[in-house]
Nanobody, 120 residues
Framework: QVQLVESGGGLVQAGGSLRLSCAAS??????MGWFRQAPGKEREFVAG????????YYADSVKGRFTISRDNAKNTVYLQMNSLKSEDTAVYYC???????????????WGQGTQVTVSS
């Protein structure tokens, strides 16, 4: 059974930091990503990372503030979030894909999400 389990969400003041983790089990993924969904909005891409970790991709809104990384020995992907803003408030989801450069529809496996709330 394939599972993705996120952790690390919570309440933080604007300007603060959080580190999200996503532990995968049951299989490994060529690419992994973080997405988020704010109330009343569509789910959006935040960051993605290749198997080796050499290639990383970020939404413009988080570039320079968020860093995605992975530890393949632990089958875990991380999202370090710094300089958080109120507009970063959302449920954050991790996802895994067999594709090397996946589009949204290529992410077949999803976690249950973790809430991040940034107070201003």
């Amino acid at each position: 059974q394939v599972q993705l389990v996120e952790s690390g969400g919570g309440l933080v003041q604007a300007g603060g930091s959080l580190r999200l983790s996503c532990a995968a089990s049951g299989r490994t993924f060529n690419a992994m990503g973080w997405f988020r969904q704010a109330p009343g909005k569509e789910r959006e891409f935040v960051a993605g990372i290749s198997w080796s970790g050499v290639r990383t991709y970020y939404a413009d809104s988080v570039k320079g503030r968020f860093t995605i990384s992975r530890d393949n020995a632990k089958n875990t992907v991380y999202l370090q979030m710094n300089s958080l803003k109120s507009e970063d408030t959302a449920v954050y989801y991790c996802a895994g894909s067999s594709s090397y450069r996946p589009q949204y529809s290529d992410y077949a496996y999803w976690g249950q999400g973790t809430q991040v709330t940034v107070s201003s």
